[in-house]
């Protein structure tokens, strides 16, 4: 494939792919974690255990869907996340909906001053992925139901999934604050306490972990900062310290919050690159309805030509309903 292949109709600035996926490892330009001996049992369990847990969407909450008796691969229906480096206005990003232009007149002018004054102004927007290849210490910032902790969960399962990979950690920042009310750990301390009580397997993590954050060959993502109501400066002091100490062996390390919250305890925004995610526009409207249709129909009538035919009749409701209707184009977006 070439620089001008398109993967999925989106234009990728990247030559490799697997199963239709993004290499995340090619795009974070980062070397694989390659285990001593004693540790390559370990690390193929815990992998495992990401792949098992990541695998599939989550529909708690959802009651349409939770008796749905198939599973619905997370990798079939991800479209992937844009975002630009913007500094927050107020309680959201202003923004362009429903596939109209993102562009300067969309962030207030107080906010442009920022930016320029960061060296972000007019920013284009890039996959977030390729944001982490550029930074070490990256905030996800995003409105209610924007994808940040999917995000996480699809960054996880790539690198769970690719054979040369660094190695992905996953915790949820809640958890860590739990952990800290009733004791004072480093997060590097916590995060194989965070993995031992879920699943046999992943006991025993910490040399697995200490073994790749010193190589410099772990992608730390910390899910949840808005997350976290009590003790808020602390925590965001402890992740900033342990951030520093394994960004500065080259590993890379991502949070996510809302944006609402977000402002009341930030990141240093010094050390921090800080992205929003953008709504989603046309064209990923119409990936992502393109994608869900065909793996729900897929799921529950088989791979057949009738599940792609009744796939492609629910595709063209729904963008009928979306192009009929400003208020579900919002909510498309």
Known sequence: MTEETTIRDVKANRDVVMRDQI???????????????DLKQLRADYLDHLRR?????????????????????LEDVYVPLVARPEMPAGETWERRLAGRRLDGDAIPEEAMEAMKAMGRGGAAPVHVEE?????ERVVVIGDPGSGKTTLLKYLALRLAAEPDAPLPVLVPLNAYADALSRADVSLQQYL?????????????????????????????????????????????????????????RGNRVAVTSRV???????????????????????????????????????????DTPEAHAAAEAERRSLLQAIEANPGVARLAS
Request: hydrophobic share 45%; proline share 5%.
């Open 23 to 37: 290499n995340i490892t090619y795009v974070l330009k980062m070397d694989g974690y390659r285990p001593p001996g």
């Open 53 to 73: 847990t990541y695998r599939a969407l989550d529909f708690k909450g959802i009651p349409q869907l939770e008796t749905f008796s198939r599973e619905l691969l």
């Open 131 to 135: 944001a982490l290849a550029e930074e």
């Open 192 to 248: 194989p306490r965070y993995f031992a009580g879920l699943a046999q397997g992943v006991c025993g993590l910490a040399p697995l972990f200490d073994s790749a954050i010193a190589q410099g060959q772990a992608v730390i993502l910390l899910d949840g900062l808005d997350e976290v109501q009590r003790d808020r400066a602390h925590l965001v002091a402890k992740v900033e310290a342990f951030a520093r100490d394994v960004a500065g």
């Open 260 to 302: 609402v919250g977000y402002r009341e305890s930030p990141l240093a925004p010094r050390e921090w690159a800080l992205y929003t995610l953008l709504d989603f526009d046309r064209e990923a409207i119409e990936q992502f309805a393109t994608r869900w249709c065909v793996a729900f129909e897929t799921g529950t009538l088989g």
